[in-house]
């Protein structure tokens, strides 16, 4: 496909339930961020990746929360043990070289119970 | 720190007029400016960016947006709105001199085209 995909499009877990979120970014992007959003709120950036590498994770709100992108393709956004206020929507966008614009996926909406 | 301020929670324009939504940012040296849409359900898509030179810039769905550096501006603008305009916007800013480009968004503005 031409976008950003991700998987699933909706979780419900209950509390206390690990999950795993995935990111398919655009092919050939080297850029690939994370951002977490609110019910009525913007989003916010979460961690980056630059083809393996991660670079920034301080927005992770919580030692839970864990991202990979192991081959510099799909990366993947793991939270331990969630807790109700980990609801939220899990936006991916990914950017070529040189590009400043961030193409999103359509998210992941999680709900914790 | 870099922000960006959406004073209007909602904006409510009647098809075939005007419609502007705006965006006031504050980051330390010169932006990269950035305005999303997001229907219901959809991850935010891309209208338009101002990086440098002109401070028009035309987007998307005939959409438009003017960088004013006095005024920290870079509000959204259609000369004749559509029904199918109805959605959520964004505004986002980063610097000019980041490594990476972390964008930081708007709480949003919810613009509504009464047909």
């Known amino acids: 496909g031409a976008g950003v995909s991700q998987s699933p499009r909706y979780k419900v877990a209950k509390r206390g339930q690990d999950v795993a979120l995935r990111c398919d970014p655009i092919?050939?992007?080297?850029?690939l961020f994370w951002y977490q959003q609110a019910l009525g709120q913007g989003p916010e950036f979460l961690t980056y990746?630059?083809?393996?590498?991660?670079?920034?994770k301080s927005g992770l709100p919580s030692d839970r929360f864990f991202a990979e992108r192991p081959e510099g393709s799909v990366s993947t956004l793991k939270i331990q043990r969630t807790q109700q206020e980990d609801s939220a929507v899990y936006l991916c966008?990914?950017?070529?070289?040189?590009?400043?614009?961030?193409?999103f996926g359509p998210g992941t909406r999680l709900l914790v119970l | 720190a870099q922000s960006v301020a959406q004073p209007e929670d909602q904006v409510n324009v009647a098809e075939g007029n005007p419609l502007t939504v705006k965006c006031t940012y504050s980051?330390?040296?010169?932006?990269?400016l950035f305005w999303y849409v997001q229907y219901p359900n959809r991850g935010l898509q891309f209208l338009l960016k101002?990086?440098?030179?002109?401070?028009l810039v035309k987007g998307s769905y005939g959409f438009e947006a003017e960088f004013n550096k006095s005024q920290t501006s870079f509000h959204l603008k259609k000369p004749s709105a559509l029904v199918s305009d109805s959605a959520l916007y964004f505004c986002?800013?980063?610097?000019?001199?980041?490594?990476?480009?972390?964008?930081?968004f708007g709480k949003g503005t919810m613009l509504l085209v009464s047909p």
């Open positions: 966008a990914s950017s070529g070289t040189g590009d400043e614009t961030q193409y």
């Open positions: 092919s050939g992007h080297v850029s």
């Open positions: 990746f630059q083809n393996e590498a991660q670079l920034d």
């Open positions: 980051v330390s040296g010169n932006p990269y």
């Open positions: 101002y990086i440098t030179g002109d401070n």
């Open positions: 986002a800013v980063r610097p000019m001199n980041s490594g990476y480009s972390t964008l930081t």
